[in-house]
């Protein structure tokens, strides 16, 4: 344990963004940590409250600072597949929905 922060989560995530039309967003939410995440396959939008959208392809990194509130939408023709692991202290909650 340092700084108070003694959890990190590895989370593949796979289903949240349907490839069938219209691509549909994940909800708005954010993380108490940060996110960083590789996409594995397609391509996606991250859209922010407070920045420039974010556009990621297959083979790209990412990364979505503390309290960011964002949703992401496929923008491709295949389901999107991602690995993200999530800096978060374990007294507070991994995602908060908007």
Do not use: K
């Not at 407070?50 to 949703?71: C, K, M, Q, W, Y």
């Amino acid at each position: 344990m340092t700084n108070g922060m003694n959890v990190l989560l590895v989370v593949p995530n796979t289903a949240a963004f349907p490839p069938s039309p219209p691509a549909f967003p994940c909800p708005r939410h954010s993380h108490p940590g940060e996110e960083v995440g590789y996409l594995i396959q397609g391509d996606i939008v991250m859209e922010f409250d407070d920045r420039p959208a974010l556009t990621v392809h297959s083979g790209e990194p990412f990364l979505i600072p503390p309290g960011a509130i964002h949703n992401a939408r496929n923008i491709g023709t295949v389901e999107p597949r991602m690995l993200s692991s999530y800096f978060v202290d374990d007294s507070r909650p991994l995602v908060t929905i908007y």
